[in-house]
């Protein structure tokens, strides 16, 4: 089982960045496939990007290709989140996912480990 906690969400203008983290607990964490979900008030939680175990695919949603990149430090146990760009629209409570040597697919019911969350705004 591995146990994660984000940080790094705030409150930023648009057309401004942040880089989130999520923070690992555990000595596989280079086995899990990790992801980033977001969910918006009165929305459904929804996929943003995830990347790979084994080579680091990353796949991300149409709404953010090109702006948001995901990447991973396995030796910190650590997966990020840079945002830029940013768009009113993107605010939300960012989520951390992991599955463990899973692929880095959308589908939420596949992701069974999740943190609490942390809240990025974006102003107008």
């Known amino acids: 089982q591995v146990q994660l906690v984000e940080s790094g969400g705030g409150l930023v203008q648009a057309g401004g960045s942040l880089r989130l983290s999520c923070a690992a607990s555990?000595?596989?964490?280079?086995?899990?496939?990790m992801g980033w979900f977001r969910q918006a008030p009165g929305k459904e939680r929804e996929f943003v990007a995830a990347?790979?175990?084994?080579?680091?695919?990353?796949n991300y949603s149409d709404s953010v290709k090109g702006r948001f990149t995901i990447s991973r430090d396995d030796a910190k146990n650590t997966v990020y989140l840079q945002m830029n760009s940013l768009k009113p629209e993107d605010t939300a409570v960012y989520y951390c996912?992991?599955?463990?040597?899973?692929?880095?697919?959308?589908?939420?019911?596949?992701?069974?480990?999740w943190g609490q969350g942390t809240q990025v705004t974006v102003s107008s």
């Open positions: 996912a992991a599955r463990w040597r899973g692929s880095p697919d959308y589908y939420r019911p596949n992701w069974p480990y």
């Open positions: 555990g000595r596989t964490f280079s086995m899990y496939t």
């Open positions: 990347i790979s175990w084994r080579d680091r695919t990353t």
